[in-house]
């Protein structure tokens, strides 16, 4: 089983919203990836979760803000978000162990609209 | 920098075979990726080459891998209609416990009847 499940599909908010963006993998995998992708451009990568610790911040701005609550489950707490938001977000996990190939396994994805 | 670079576009006649072609930058990277984006979809994986191998053979896909020009290719036989998509290559790095992947700008396939 390589699935990676995301939730909500779609979701539109208002700039002044607080709103929730959910993943999930039943692969055992300990490390865990949120991607921003605009139309028609390459996923860009976010913040990585390795062992439930935020490893890797790729100079997010803070109104996004991501949570490993366990192994299995990464959030991202959206609040104050800006039109220029708007994108595909993906979720990725991967295998930690060392020699391991940690090919990343993505999600379906939520396409975020902010108004 | 790490720049990957590929082609906008490949427009092939179903039952063709399709070549898509990526250049990356850093020699560093242990394994190299082709995923594939269906319009509104998540990306899917299809293959990887480990950067000491030239060559993986895997059903219609094949994947060359020149290190000297850092040049990286996937070869899709019999190409169908469902191919239709958006692929990107990947380099990727380890970071300890994780892989931090740098995307190529990725290429457009189109498959034609």
């Known amino acids: 089983d390589t699935e990676v499940t995301q939730t909500p599909k779609h979701l539109v908010m208002g700039m002044t919203n607080k709103k929730s963006l959910k993943c999930e993998q039943h692969m055992g995998h300990r490390a865990m990836y949120w991607y921003k992708q605009k139309a028609k451009k390459p996923p860009e990568l976010m913040f990585v979760?390795?062992?439930?610790?935020?490893?890797i911040n790729e100079s997010v701005p803070s109104r996004f803000s991501p949570e490993c609550p366990n192994s299995s489950l990464l959030n991202l707490h959206l609040h104050a978000l800006q039109p220029e938001d708007s994108a595909l977000y993906l979720c990725?996990?991967?295998?930690?162990?060392?020699?391991?190939?940690?090919?990343?396994?993505f999600g379906p994805g939520t396409r975020l609209t902010v108004l | 920098g790490e720049d990957v670079e590929q082609s906008l576009f490949l427009s092939v006649r179903e039952g063709d075979s399709s070549v898509i072609n990526c250049t990356y930058t850093d020699s560093s990277s242990t394994y190299l990726y082709w995923y594939k984006q269906e319009p509104g979809a998540g990306l899917q994986l299809l293959t990887y080459?480990?950067?000491?191998?030239d060559m993986k053979q895997d059903q219609r896909l094949t994947v060359l891998l020149n290190k000297k020009d850092k040049h990286l290719s996937l070869r899709i036989a019999d190409t169908q209609t469902g191919d239709s998509a958006i692929y990107f290559c990947a380099e990727s790095r380890e970071t300890g416990t994780a892989s931090k992947l740098t995307f190529g700008t990725g290429t457009r396939l189109q498959v034609t009847l």
């Open positions: 979760y390795s062992y439930e610790k935020l490893s």
């Open positions: 990725a996990s991967s295998q930690t162990l060392d020699g391991r190939l940690k090919a990343q396994y």
């Open positions: 080459i480990f950067s000491n191998m």
